[in-house]
């Protein structure tokens, strides 16, 4: 299994169940190196304050040579790309994950979708879109692939969407996947963790991958070298206390 692992949530998002401690005692069991916890912008019912995100400034970026990003799971809220992580709390926090969740963005139809997925994209501040192969929110994929390797974006294989979340996933999941590899984009891999069991439980991301052979080198969690590269490449400022992860 990869050792990066790049969507989880803690009990800050109250439908969770582990802590940040939690996940640093599980990535030793994992194999996981570096991780990022991404709790739910503040515009979802039971996501955490603002503060919240601002405040991780007191994280150490190291416990036990486990390295901890400072992430959140965006909400995309209209079809001008708006996500509720802005001003203050985006410049606290190291990656940004962006989808869509229901609370904020109904479903509408799939060229409503796909335009504000775009959209988002073309914001400039967001890094990866989380589980775009959701059935709820139908997209044109090749379009958002495309788009995703315009821009600079991954789009994420998302393990929990084939087991407790996000029902009927799949067939769009390997469809998005084939897309980035012909579109010559990027994959993230994320658990979406809601308890620290999980961290780093990509099973079923890697059955899609291998079934349509995508490429090694472009699935962003094979290091976290790099991962911290794209994220560099994406202006994000070099993180010292990771140098030798």
């Given at each position: 299994m990869y050792p990066v692992d790049l969507h989880m949530h803690t009990v800050a998002s109250t439908h969770a169940y582990s802590t940040l401690h939690d996940y640093v005692?599980?990535?030793?069991?994992?194999?996981?190196k570096l991780f990022a916890i991404t709790d739910h912008g503040p515009d979802m019912a039971?996501?955490?304050?603002?503060?919240?995100?601002?405040?991780?400034?007191i994280w150490p970026r190291v416990v036990d040579g486990i390295g901890i990003l400072r992430g959140i799971e965006?909400?995309?809220?209209?079809?001008?790309?708006?996500?509720?992580c802005t001003g203050p709390m985006l410049d606290a926090v190291d990656l940004v994950v962006a989808g869509f969740h229901e609370p904020v963005f109904p479903p509408q139809d799939k060229a409503t979708h796909t335009e504000a997925m775009i959209a988002?994209?073309?914001?400039?501040?967001?890094?990866?879109?989380?589980?775009?192969?959701?059935?709820?929110?139908?997209?044109?994929?090749?379009?958002?692939?495309?788009?995703?390797a315009k821009y600079d974006v991954a789009l994420e294989l998302n393990n929990s969407s084939f087991t407790t979340s996000r029902a009927g996933s799949e067939p769009n999941?390997?469809?998005?996947?084939?897309?980035?590899?012909?579109?010559?984009?990027?994959?993230a891999l994320g658990s979406d963790s809601h308890t620290a069991f999980t961290l780093g439980n990509f099973e079923h991301c890697l059955r899609i991958m291998q079934e349509v052979d995508f490429p090694q080198d472009r699935v962003l969690n094979v290091t976290?070298?790099?991962?911290?590269?794209?994220?560099?490449?994406?202006?994000?400022?070099?993180?010292e206390e990771f140098a030798n992860l």
């Open positions: 005692v599980q990535a030793k069991t994992s194999n996981i039971d996501a955490p304050h603002a503060w919240h995100f601002i405040n991780m400034r965006a909400n995309i809220k209209n079809t001008r790309g708006d996500i509720d988002a994209m073309a914001n400039g501040d967001v890094h990866i879109i989380s589980h775009p192969g959701n059935p709820k929110f139908p997209v044109d994929i090749p379009a958002i692939a495309a788009a995703a999941c390997r469809a998005i996947a084939a897309a980035v590899r012909d579109a010559g984009g990027r994959l976290p070298r790099r991962l911290l590269d794209f994220l560099e490449m994406r202006g994000r400022a070099r993180i």
